[in-house]
């Protein structure tokens, strides 16, 4: 396995509490799912791979770059451009259309936006949100705002997508739905997904679950079966936005695409 | 009931730090608008009570059969360049009400000063002020018969028959009144003070109009920061007239202290607010404390009002629980706002200059709340421009956000536009200074009997040597009335400009060192010289072209710091408006905007956003409202352009403008600070 991101020994403490007592976790262009009880650690560790959070100890490298060093303003810069997030809920712009929303990020990285919004626009059939490209997120259901916070979170080629509870507020049917199309649009854009989850069902579309309870990863292993479920395959948004991004070859170095599984380009 | 406040309360007080600050905002916006508002109710009683002080010296003539109780007499005098009121009174029957003021009715050779005439008197030469009341000093005129606690005032007790009684009435009726038999010493307000009095009214248009439209944002700030919250007790099952009862308690608890805080600065702001001089002089400090009425109707009226908005602010959660929870494609703001201003704008041709001063009050107040309708719907035009023509994620996301919520877009800037009306309103009808010319403040001109002139010139030249003031005598004018001038610091015989056009009494050419410019004269002669004139024509003082502007000059001054009053409170309530609302934005917004962070949004482009937010329709909807109110103006204009006076007040305008964008750049550490929270929760 080719390690894409990786965290080892995280310890974080708020107070006297401690949220990570010792987490170590590998991605390399997989799914991994992240589930526990309530409380267990999950969203803090998401934050500290993510950059978003500071370790109090251990560390995080992206592609061999320590991440939990960076300064804010780098950390930042790695999140917009080598990371899409997926949140429960409330991450788009409500007074922008689903595809303004969607062109944001590529915006914030400098394409112009008739280009942007172009490119943003080729994610909402794939996804199944044909035709609501001008549509406001409250004119959008929970599971349609979710697929275009998917698009939103691949429209720039990141490295890893992370997505906390992403379908938490979504019913079962349009939850496990939703949660297909991010397994599968991440793997067909040769990103990783770290996705905390609840639901062992949808645990099941993942490669692989790694379980934290109490700060610390209990065990891991291969879910028990995943992508031909259903007989799908990785169809899907990959075909449609072919067009690399504009971060597909980006400053940090190597190609992501060169140590990702299935890179086709 | 009770248990909705005690609810309410408990809700207010446990909405947790950010909470908090909400309410905090709520407040401080409720104290600066009580304060205003005190202020400005406080600045039209602060007028009628200098109205009703000096309302016994415009005498009213006792009715046709009714007994007269007094003679009284008014004159207006000058010493340096202030005026001096001379109010001689006759008493025909004993036992009528002193004049207000007075302890007593005076006796023929008594004079009562006002505290700053005696302490003035006390400080000049006694030739140039003093020896003008050769009467005995009986007592002090108390400060309930003086305008202002700067006012010269002096009266005097005459016989009946004395000359100054029987004189007849003056050429001008601005230098006084002819004495009048009168039923007792009220009289009415003087158009003066009316004129005062209409200007106050207007200007309290100005300033409250934009003071309201600010408290009502205020209020609606507690509601839209507790939609979520409100809604989420809909949706448990709250009753509508539960969420409403709770939304208004809780909106008046903050309003309440608020206004209670205002009221306490306001107080604390009295003193610095008597200093401002207007009609020649500072104001009392009671002229300024409303009272208690007053006030307790302020702070039983700011709560009440922020309560009501904040209910109709409500609406929409009541109506339906999803209420806030759903964000859809805002409805274009209708185009009958606009219709509404061009209607209000079109009434506006028809005022003159000969209009009521309540009719021009209540057509300001309409255009100004036309501009507050056509507001958001400009904003929302602009908003639509902006995000069509933008190229960076800043300017797309500042557009959209204007085109979804035009109205809170106007909330930021309205107060910048309501000023920028008033600016413009004032600034075109601000007279030029330029106006009055200098003029001559050195021949003093005194109306005498064409029968007695020369008799008069003997012994004015006589009284003038007496009291050793260099001064030509001369004598001008046709017919019964011929004026006597006095040209102070000119040799006697002396030719002069005056001379050209006199009788030949003089004459000869001027010399050029005999003072060529008329109005440099020194200012204590012309006082000895008028104090020496004094009392030559009974009833009548001598007065130079300089004595007779100085009402002008007054006004022009007056007009000068009623501007400045108002646009500083306009800029007050501008600044604070949107200090405030940019604040509440970003505590509205704090999970989107950091979620956004989160995803690696720079905090620059979002700190961009909300700067375009706020400047683009403050550029467009300040100069829109300069115009509008320059358009108000015209049909007031009389005079030329004072491009003086506007370019101070552009300058104003540009100072408030930067204000604006100071108060939003204020939020720029919240937003850092909301933004911080690296799992943002709907609360
Ligand atoms: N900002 C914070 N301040 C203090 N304690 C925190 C903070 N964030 C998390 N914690 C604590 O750290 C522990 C782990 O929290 P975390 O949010 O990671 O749990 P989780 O596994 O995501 O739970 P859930 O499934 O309910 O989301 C908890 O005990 C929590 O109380
Ligand atoms: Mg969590």
């Known amino acids: ?265 | 009931m009770s248990g909705t406040l005690a609810l309410s309360w408990r809700l207010l007080r446990g909405g947790g730090r950010r909470g908090l600050l909400g309410a905090g905002l709520t407040a401080v916006a409720v104290a600066v608008s009580t304060m205003l508002l005190l202020f400005a109710v406080s600045a039209n009683a602060a007028f009628q009570g200098r109205a009703d002080r000096e309302a016994w010296r415009n005498p009213v003539a006792a009715g046709e059969g009714t007994a007269a109780a007094a003679v009284q007499a008014v004159r207006r005098d000058y010493v340096r360049d202030r005026y001096v009121t001379v109010v001689d009174v006759a008493v025909l029957k004993p036992g009528t009400a002193p004049p207000p003021g007075l302890d007593r009715l005076p006796e023929p050779g008594e004079v009562w000063f006002s505290p700053a005439l005696a302490e003035l008197a006390r400080g000049l030469p006694a030739g140039e002020l003093a020896d003008r009341f050769p009467e005995r000093i009986a007592g002090t005129v108390g400060d309930e018969a003086l305008v202002h606690p700067g006012e010269l005032v002096a009266v005097r007790g005459q016989a009946p028959d004395s000359p100054v009684m029987t004189a007849v009435a003056a050429a001008d009726p601005r230098t006084g009144t002819a004495p009048k038999r009168v039923a007792g010493f009220t009289g009415s307000p003087t158009p003066d003070a009316q004129a005062y009095q209409a200007l106050a009214l207007i200007a309290t248009v100005l300033m409250v109009v934009p003071l309201l439209v600010f408290g009502g944002a205020a209020a609606r700030l507690t509601v839209a920061r507790r939609d979520q919250r409100l809604a989420a007790l809909r949706l448990v099952g709250a009753t509508p007239g539960q969420v409403v009862a709770m939304t208004a308690a809780e909106a008046m608890i903050t309003a309440a202290g608020g206004a209670l805080a205002g009221a306490v600065l306001y107080g604390l702001l009295i003193p610095v607010l008597t200093r401002i001089e207007i009609a020649g002089g500072p104001w009392f400090a009671s002229d300024l404390w409303p009272g208690v009425p007053y006030t307790s109707a302020v702070l039983a009226a700011v709560p009440l009002l922020v309560g009501l908005s904040a209910v109709v602010g409500l609406r929409r959660i009541v109506v339906s629980p999803l209420g806030v929870a759903r964000r859809e494609t805002p409805p274009a703001m209708r185009f009958v706002r606009v219709l509404a201003l061009l209607a209000a704008l079109a009434a506006v041709p028809a005022l003159g200059a000969g209009a009521a001063a309540g009719v021009v009050a209540v057509v300001l107040g309409l255009v100004f709340l036309a501009i507050n309708l056509a507001g958001p719907w400009v904003v929302g035009m602009i908003g639509r421009i902006t995000a069509r023509t933008a190229r960076g994620p800043a300017g797309l996301l500042a557009g959209r956000r204007l085109t979804d919520d035009p109205r809170a877009a106007w909330r930021t800037v309205s107060g910048v536009a309501m000023t920028g009306f008033v600016a413009g309103f004032i600034g075109f009808l601000s007279p030029a200074s330029g106006l009055l010319g200098d003029a001559d403040a050195a021949t003093l001109r005194l109306s005498v009997p064409a029968a007695q002139a020369s008799r008069l010139t003997a012994e004015a030249r006589e009284r003038l040597s007496a009291a050793d003031v260099a001064a030509r005598v001369e004598v001008t004018g046709e017919g019964g009335r011929r004026i006597l001038a006095v040209a102070v610091g000119k040799a006697a015989g002396d030719g002069g400009k005056a001379a050209r056009e006199d009788d030949g009494t003089s004459g000869g050419p001027a010399r050029a060192g005999g003072g060529a410019g008329p109005a440099r004269a020194d200012a204590a002669a012309v006082d000895r010289a008028r104090t020496a004139l004094d009392g030559l024509v009974p009833g009548r003082g001598a007065t130079t072209a300089a004595d007779e502007d100085l009402p002008g000059v007054l006004l022009l001054a007056d007009i000068g710091t009623g501007t400045v009053v108002v646009l500083t409170v306009s800029f007050l309530v501008a600044v604070v408006s949107a200090g405030i609302t940019a604040a509440s934005s970003v505590l509205d917004r704090r999970q989107t905007y950091a979620l956004l962070r989160l995803a690696g949004t720079p905090l620059k482009v979002l700190d961009r956003a909300r700067r375009a937010e706020t400047l683009i329709p403050l550029a467009v909807m300040g100069g829109g409202s300069i115009a509008v109110g320059v358009f108000c103006a015209l049909p007031f204009s009389v005079s030329a352009v004072n491009a003086g006076g506007m370019a101070v007040l552009l300058v104003c305008v540009a100072l408030g403008f930067a204000g604006v964008a100071g108060a939003g750049a204020a939020s720029a550490p919240l937003l850092r600070s909301v933004t911080a929270d690296p799992a943002p929760r709907p609360d």
């Open chain 1, 1 to 265: 396995m080719n390690v894409v991101l990786e965290g080892s020994g995280l310890v974080k403490r708020f107070g006297p509490a401690v949220a990570l007592a010792g987490v170590g976790l590998a991605v390399g262009g997989e799914a991994v799912a992240i589930m526990g009880p309530s409380g267990s650690g999950k969203s803090t560790l998401l934050h500290c791979l993510a950059g978003i959070m500071k370790p109090d100890g251990g560390e995080v490298r992206l592609l061999g770059q320590r991440v939990d060093t960076m300064r804010e303003r780098e950390r930042s810069a790695l999140r917009r451009t080598r990371f899409g997030f997926v949140f429960q809920f409330g991450q788009l712009l409500p007074e922008l259309p689903a595809e303004e929303n969607v062109a944001l990020p590529l915006m914030l990285g400098g394409v112009r936006r008739g280009e942007a919004v172009r490119r943003a626009r080729e994610w909402f059939g794939p996804l199944g949100l044909g035709g609501m490209e001008g549509r406001r997120p409250g004119e959008l259901s929970g599971g349609q705002a979710q697929r275009v916070a998917i698009a939103r979170a691949l429209v720039t080629r990141p490295a890893v997508v992370f997505a906390d509870e992403p379908t938490g507020a979504l019913d079962q049917a349009t939850g496990h739905d939703t949660m297909r199309l991010l397994v599968e649009a991440t793997r067909g854009n040769d990103a990783s997904l770290v996705v905390v989850t609840h639901d062992p069902q949808v645990a099941r579309w993942c490669d692989r679950t790694v379980e934290v309870r109490d700060g610390r990863v209990l065990a891991g292993g291969p879910a028990r079966d995943g992508r031909d479920r259903d007989g799908r395959d990785r169809g899907g948004p990959h075909a449609g936005p072919g067009a690399p991004g504009p971060y597909a070859g980006h400053a940090q170095g190597e190609p992501v695409t060169q140590v990702l599984p299935g890179a086709d380009r």
